[in-house]
T-cell receptor, first 113, second 113 residues
Framework: GAGVSQSPRYKVAKRGQDVALRCDPI?????LFWYQQALGQGPEFLTY????????KSGLPSDRFFAERPEGSVSTLKIQRTQQEDSAVYLC???????????FGEGSWLTVV | QKEVEQNSGPLSVPEGAIASLNCTYS??????FFWYRQYSGKSPELIMS????GDKEDGRFTAQLNKASQYVSLLIRDSQPSDSATYLC?????????????FGTGTSLTVIP
């Protein structure tokens, strides 16, 4: 596609519910990143893929967070048993290769009530 | 210490003035540097990238890099109200696990008509 596409754009989850956020990167982009952005803060790194390999997941805040990119294209960020502190915008970004400029999707706004 | 530090502001400048935004980073091995603009409720969009010491100009924007001082800045000449946004500094670091992009918390800029 022309840009990074994320869905859903907005999600309201009840505390304890599982959610799945999808990212479709720019076609041909090898690297894919997930960030979490709380209100008034900069994007915080969560995890990074190169093709289907998850090279770094050091930013995932707990074992409730899980990300995958099984075919090296679309990625899913899953949050189990959501908590209120998970409320944030989840940004996906992709780049053509390592070190190149990263381009962001519009984000998935998660509110946990 | 965070990887990337920015003054959160807010920074206010009158229309037509020069806005100066600053950023420092901790990893001396960082390879490349980026400035993103983020309007409220929107995702970050790339303004400029810079890879070598010195200045890089693009229209009203000038990025400045000083690797010895681990310092990056962005100057916006002839500031316009439409420049009012949060400006994010991003740094690309090469790690064993590949390339990482770290963001500062952002500087909020308001251009007063």
């Amino acid at each position: 596609g022309a840009g990074v596409s994320q869905s859903p754009r907005y999600k309201v989850a009840k505390r304890g519910q599982d959610v799945a956020l999808r990212c479709d990167p720019i076609s041909g982009h090898v690297s894919l990143f997930w960030y979490q952005q709380a209100l008034g803060q900069g994007p915080e790194f969560l995890t990074y893929f190169q093709n289907e390999a998850q090279l770094d997941k050091s930013g995932l805040p707990s074992d409730r967070f899980f990300a995958e990119r099984p075919e090296g294209s679309v990625s899913t960020l899953k949050i189990q048993r959501t908590q209120q502190e998970d409320s944030a915008v989840y940004l996906c970004a992709s780049s053509f290769s390592s070190g190149n400029t990263i381009y962001f999707g519009e984000g998935s706004w998660l509110t946990v009530v | 210490q965070k990887e990337v530090e920015q003054n959160s502001g807010p920074l206010s400048v009158p229309e037509g003035a020069i806005a100066s935004l600053n950023c420092t980073y901790s990893d001396r091995g960082s390879q490349s540097f980026f400035w993103y603009r983020q309007y409220s409720g929107k995702s970050p969009e790339l303004i400029m990238s810079i890879y070598s010491n010195g200045d890089k100009e693009d229209g009203r924007f000038t990025a400045q890099l000083n690797k010895a001082s681990q310092y990056v800045s962005l100057l916006i000449r002839d500031s316009q109200p439409s420049d009012s946004a949060t400006y994010l500094c991003a740094v690309n670091q090469v790690a064993n696990t590949g390339n990482q992009f770290y963001f500062g918390t952002g500087t909020s800029l308001t251009v007063i008509p």
